[in-house]
């Protein structure tokens, strides 16, 4: 039992480049979501999935795309990447709707844009 | 809608004196509050939970926090500072979705 792995750990991106961020969980979550730190903002939600097949936009959702083909996977992708993307990422997960533990999250993909 | 606010974005105390990270919440439903530890590098780790049992509540490392309605606070405490509680300490609550918002954290410094 993994927990939520995310990959890579650690990204340079030059501007204007692609890529994504993936994130796993062997627990069979069916909420999972996507946040963004970055110093003094405390996590910030990007996007977030309540099961396969649905996706909704969090608090900072532009120049993000996510999808949720199976309950294990919700990967993140950037578009087209700018500086301000440069940020840590963590990708968290929990049981269902309606439960009362705490999220789980991954150790997280820290993201430099140049 | 539900936010967090940590008061002080960072706090110093000395080893084995009182640790108190302050959390205020608004929400418009019964919340669940949490409190998650993050060390440097690392990702974030549940210390606690209030999810409308008990009000005192107990967690990992020596931990607990107190759920008052009244002042709509969720402070966390440690009686005694150890070194290795140096990190940064975030609130966060939940409620009426499974959205969780988070506070801007408190960086936690203990000095010898």
């Known amino acids: 039992n993994a927990g939520v792995t995310q990959t890579p750990k650690f990204q340079v991106l030059k501007t204007g480049q692609s890529m994504t961020l993936q994130c796993a969980q062997d627990m069979n979550h069916e909420y999972m979501s996507w946040y963004r730190q970055d110093p003094g903002m405390g996590l910030r939600l990007i996007h977030y999935?309540?099961?396969?097949?649905?996706?909704d936009q969090g608090e900072v959702p532009n120049g993000y795309n996510v999808s949720r083909s199976t309950t294990e996977d919700f990967p993140l992708r950037l578009l087209s990447a700018a500086p301000s993307q440069t940020s840590v990422y963590f990708c968290a997960s929990i049981l269902r709707t309606g439960s009362r533990d705490g999220y789980t999250f991954g150790s997280g993909t820290r993201l430099t844009v140049v | 809608a539900q936010s967090v606010t940590q008061l002080g974005s960072h706090v110093s105390v000395s080893e084995g004196a009182l640790v108190l990270l302050r959390c205020n919440y608004s929400?418009?439903?019964?919340?669940?509050l949490f409190w998650y530890v993050q060390y440097p590098n690392q990702g974030l780790q549940l210390l606690l939970k209030y999810t409308s049992a008990a009000t005192l509540v107990k967690g990992i490392n020596g931990f607990e926090a107190e759920f008052k309605k009244s002042e709509t606070s969720f402070h966390l405490t440690k009686p005694s500072a150890h070194m290795s509680d140096a990190a940064e300490y975030f609130c966060a609550v939940r409620g009426g979705s499974e959205k969780l918002v988070f506070g801007k954290g408190t960086k936690l410094t203990v000095n010898p």
């Open positions: 999935s309540v099961g396969a097949g649905i996706t």
């Open positions: 929400s418009s439903v019964p919340p669940y």
